[in-house]
């Protein structure tokens, strides 16, 4: 969603907002702005579209600047356009305001500022509160920063903040509540962000603001208070985090290179974690909670979009290997149920971003109820990781493509670790089971690359069924999560409705929809489930459905019942959904590409979603 970035330096601020900006568009968004403050004045930018057309507007120049801040909005409250892109100003000019979030009580701000004779040029909740800080400042007689916490006293909602103030011209005030902000320090400069991607190039040694906090940046000096906690020591960390990990490098697009680089990211996932000499599986993120995880009498995974799939999928691993009671939920279902929640639950929150507003909301509920709560995020730092008692990271490196592809596949690598692990520890498999499972995992990333190997057949498939306007897709057992999961793929990138639904479940209704325009896509791998699912293609044959099927390799009966097929190599069941996944990726991205989709940022997605 909405990204920031803030400079305080010696260098053009312009170039480095700009930049900057570039670096935040793969989180989605519709407009950008930046204010620099030039000759004691604010002078601001704002443009509806891409940060190109913003660049364009600015044409090189005001670069005299040395302090500005910069936004990617995603719209909330106003459509996308000019005036409601951020930065926002206070009515006397001086003030310049961006903000991840949403102000819940902005109605009841705006109604006493118009009363106090305000007047507003956006329909933005965030206009609403760089006018109520500048009018708390007018009425107080007290420094800026100090000002901005006595207004945020007032306000309801969550925030990133990042503000500019022409009357304290060396300084950024940056405050949080509930979206992220983290802060990089340079040499004779200092950044701001939504997350480190804006400002990787010149530093990564960054400290992460909680909730509450206040920095004032100054081009030397980052200055941190909490109202009630007084001064605060920033504790800085480095960020272990290279540059090209954020750039596309020598692929088309951001979502094709994470779909090959997904090999190399889960032997990342799983190295140091299982530990070759004595084959055992460490988890070291998880370690002064283990006994409560592993003892567990429930789990409850909770998580939103692909990682909710991930879940899914997790949800038939821990109970076949663990025989523990699991259940998945939405975490925008689960937070506003009155879930009956218990001391020996664990909850295991899965989120990429680690930033997704109900998955946090879940984690803080279930942390209340006195459940142990860990999170397997993809970003260090984030704030679901850093909410939860302990957690599991799942190191697939920055996933910048809106769509989840190595962060799914790092996920069920992590999930597969702890089902294996939490199995051991409750004795629900013998120890020659144990070994048979590790090894496999560990011939999970090569299977990938196999697969990888196939995206020229995949690719000719993609151009026989672009044209299409529905797919279904349809899988049993472990496989049915993952078309679910390839259903979400195809309708992100490509803007064609596709639904997942477990193979059975066609009779029940889809059933209806089959014809000859329309392409199943079917899991239909040599597993538990085969028999049934050739009994569902046959099905779909006889009413002149197009089936491309997933198929075992060297499965010659299959290739001859169905219109189109992908083989994947053979690989257990547990971990089939690893390899599986991997042709519908690719599926889904070259129909987006032939259709002439944006595929790294499609329409109105954000890579994190911060607001409900
Ligand atoms: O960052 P998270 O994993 O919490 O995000 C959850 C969903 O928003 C995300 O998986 C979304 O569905 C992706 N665009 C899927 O490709």
Redesign the pocket.
């Given at each position: 969603m909405c990204g920031i970035v803030g400079y305080i330096g010696d260098q053009a601020a312009v170039n480095i907002l700009i930049k900057g900006l570039q670096r935040l568009e793969y989180r989605g968004y519709d407009s950008a702005g930046i204010a620099v403050m030039e000759n004691e004045k604010l002078a601001v930018f704002k443009k509806e579209g891409k940060v190109a057309n913003l660049a364009s507007q600015l044409n090189g120049n005001h670069l005299d600047a040395t302090i500005g801040i910069g936004h990617t909005r995603w719209a909330t409250h106003g459509a996308p356009s000019d005036k409601n892109a951020h930065p926002h100003i206070s009515e006397d000019g001086k003030i310049a305001l961006i903000h991840n979030g949403i102000i819940e009580n902005y109605l009841t701000l705006k109604s006493e500022l118009t009363a106090k004779g305000y007047h507003f040029r956006s329909e933005t909740d965030t206009e609403v509160l760089v006018q109520f800080i500048a009018d708390v400042h007018k009425n107080s007689s007290t420094s800026f920063a100090k000002s901005v916490q006595l207004a945020l006293q007032r306000v309801v909602g969550a925030y990133g903040l990042v503000i500019l103030n022409v009357d304290e011209p060396d300084q950024l005030i940056a405050v949080r509540k509930g979206s992220p902000l983290v802060i990089g320090r340079g040499s004779s400069a200092n950044y701001i962000g939504s997350d480190a991607s804006p400002f990787l190039e010149y530093t990564n040694e960054v400290t992460y603001l909680n909730d509450d906090e206040i920095a004032v940046v100054k081009r030397d000096t980052i200055t941190l208070t909490n109202g009630k906690r007084g001064t605060l020591t920033p504790y800085f960390e480095h960020l272990d985090l290279e540059l090209d990990a954020i750039e596309k490098g020598a692929f088309d697009h951001f979502m094709l290179k994470e779909i090959f680089e997904q090999p190399d990211r889960l032997l990342d996932c799983m190295r140091g974690r299982i530990l070759a000499q004595s084959g055992n599986i460490k988890l070291g993120g998880i370690s002064a909670y283990a006994d409560k995880v592993y003892n567990a009498k429930r789990l409850i995974i909770t998580?939103?979009?692909?990682?909710?799939y991930a879940g899914l999928t997790a949800e038939y691993l821990f109970e076949d290997l663990c025989r523990i009671p699991v259940e998945v939920e939405y975490a925008s279902e689960f937070r506003y149920r009155n879930p009956v929640l218990y001391p020996d639950d664990v909850l295991l929150a899965?989120?990429?971003?680690?930033?997704?507003a109900d998955?946090l909301v879940a984690v803080d509920q279930a942390k209340a109820s006195g459940s142990t709560v860990i999170g397997i995020c993809?970003v260090v730092g984030s704030s679901?990781a850093r909410a939860t008692h302990e957690g599991i990271y799942t190191h697939a490196g920055p996933e910048i493509g809106?769509?989840?592809?190595k962060?799914?596949t790092a996920q069920l690598i992590v999930l597969s670790m702890l089902a294996i692990k939490m199995a051991s520890e409750r004795h629900t498999i013998q120890e020659s089971f144990r070994h048979q499972l590790i090894l496999e995992l560990q011939r999970v990333p090569a299977l990938v690359e196999e697969v990888l190997a196939h995206a020229d057949h995949i690719r000719s498939i993609a151009q026989k069924y672009w044209l299409a306007s529905n797919f279904l897709y349809l899988g049993r057992g472990f496989q049915y999560p993952i078309a679910m999961e390839g259903a979400?793929?195809l309708k992100?990138i490509s803007y064609i409705h596709a639904e997942g639904y477990p193979a059975a479940e066609m009779k029940h209704g889809p059933i209806a929809l089959i014809d000859a325009e329309m392409p199943i896509v079917v899991l239909a791998l040599k597993d538990k489930a085969y028999d049934k699912v050739i009994s569902n293609i046959e099905e779909i044959k006889s009413r002149h459905g197009k089936v491309i099927a997933i198929i075992s390799e060297g499965d010659d009966a299959m290739k001859r019942q169905v219109d189109d097929y992908i083989e994947i190599p053979a690989v257990m069941e547990y971990f089939a959904p690893l390899v599986s996944v991997v042709p519908l990726q690719l599926l889904a991205y070259y129909i987006g590409v032939i259709k002439g989709c944006n595929v790294d940022q499609p329409r109105n997605?954000?890579?994190?979603?911060t607001v409900e």
């Open positions: 998580a939103c979009g692909t990682s909710y899965i989120s990429q971003s680690g930033e997704t998955t993809n679901i809106v769509a989840s592809t962060a799914f979400l793929k992100e997605l954000a890579k994190s979603v």
